[in-house]
């Protein structure tokens, strides 16, 4: 189990990091593609489809900036792993996290 230190370095792992903003800029790419469909893990709504379009294609460039902000609550979703197991995770693993995170603060909040 991650303590709250060990998360904190996390979010300063420049491989972290970077898997953070490769999988915000596959989940921006997907959404901007029309790709954010039940089948890749979004729901079908198409009112929160638009939101989703409407948050990527305002957050494009921002990829970094974007990753940063839902790198914490996914660190903070995992304090349950080793840092080891954090640290070895797939950018995949990144996508589904910040996924969830997206479709509930577009849903919810809008763009």
Known sequence: MATYTELFNLNKDTDIQNKAEMAMASIMTEVLNNQDTAANGFDDVAA???????WASESLSRVRAESEKLLWPVLVANEGESV????????????????????????????
């Open 48 to 54: 929160n489809h638009d939101k989703r379009v409407k």
């Open 84 to 111: 080891a197991t954090i640290k070895a995770a797939p950018v995949s693993a990144f996508i589904t996290n910040m996924k969830a995170l997206i479709i509930n603060y577009t849903n919810t909040m809008g763009a």
